[in-house]
């Protein structure tokens, strides 16, 4: 076993983790929405209104801070005023990018925000700018967050909620470069602008507007939403979003449980380029705006394969391995890292579609080795990212790091350190010297397993958290790695 050092200082505060880094992405694609959060009142799987119990569950239990919807691509030709009153009575639209499939609009704003509630979650909705109208996404506002006599709170009063919702988190549009109107960066801040405007803070109800950004590297579109964002009464938005998908090669994905020791390191480094990535961005945005006042949100990311065999390609229904835990462990280390611009992230997406961290199948419901990837982590949120390095090695022939890490101070001063170690073949063992800090107890969980790992309908706890050991030596803490393999341990002083 190779022994590597690594330090702690909790002197050295850097940045706030925002809990909302560990938020979630679902949309009216494949069955994501139906059959997966939603079976309908009728439904005889256990549910809320329509939404299925275990699913609300697991969410809590990993304390789900945010939920975007309704998409994605999806976003962009939703018409809310179809997805509200009588069911029966609702329009139906063909959901064009995601198979062409009859969209019956059962689950719309109320069933969102009643979903939403059931978690715990802050409500993050995605604006139709694309085919939509300025009065619509303005009217929409009005009618989930005004108090008072108007007709939007009217109909809102009529459809059986009188009371007004919070909802904090907006985005206008969604990749709008792409299927959001394949708009030049210019256009859109143009279209954003006008927007925006329209959009108001009613009845207490402060929004958090966000523009789309870019798509992975894409640093013009940054350049010129960062230099158009301003006016002279300040900044128009919060939030920049932005999209990074772990895909080696588009035209050959492969298969999510389907891969040798080549490709799952390849796809591990692809996941790791989202650091430098969002170094670049920070860099531009702190050109624009070194006090930080628009945010960075990372509101799709994720592994993207082949569907499985027999699935509709639409779809987008994948496995989920321990290779997706990897990825899930380093991406999320990479936000904390940037914790002081990056301040919201959401996994694409939440149930049957792409990394999920569920999956069912009529009443049967699994998570996946990501989710609890998400359950080990999610002492992070809210946390002080504290100063650590790890004397890390290379994996061979890649740019990738064997031992990615965080550690944060919770607000009892509890450090949480999680460690993953993405070597297939070698265990390591990290003496973690923590300054000025005298160990008085630790306790410690792992998730592990072949990179092939997964739950299926049938083992649905193949992979999951179990309790580990660590030690304290010479006032060091030793955590020792398996291959392929992620741990989170409480430090108490
Ligand atoms: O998550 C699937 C799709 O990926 C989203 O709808 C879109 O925003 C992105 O291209």
Redesign the pocket.
Known sequence: MKTLRMIVNPNDKLSHINKEIYGN?S?H?GRCIYGGFYVGEDSDIPNTDGIRNDIIDAFRKIKRPVLRWP?????DEYHWKDGIGEKSARKKMVNT??GGVTEDNSFGTHEFMRLCELIGCEPYIAGNVGSGTVQELSEWVEYMTFDGISPMAELRARNGHEKPWKVKYLGIG??NW???GNMEPEVYAGVYRRYQSFCKNYSGNELFRIACGP?GGDYNWTDVMMRKLKNEYGWMAKGLSL?F?SIKDWNNKGKAAEFDDKRYYELLAVAACVDPIIKHHKEIMDRYDPDNNVGLIVD?W?T?YDVEDGTNPGF?YQQNTMRDAMVAAISLDIFNKHSDRVIMANI??AVN??QAVILTEGEKMITTPTYHVFDLYKEHQDGTLIYSHCANEKIEGENLNVISQSVSMSGSGALHITLSNCSLTDSYEIKCGIIDTEIKSTSARILTGDAHDLNDFDHPDNVTVKPYEVKTEGGDLIVTLPPCSVVAVEVNA
């Open positions: 992405f949309e694609l998409g994605g691509c999806f976003a990018n995601w969604n990749e792409g299927c959001g798509s999209h998908y799709e994720g993207w987008l694409a997406q579609v792409l």
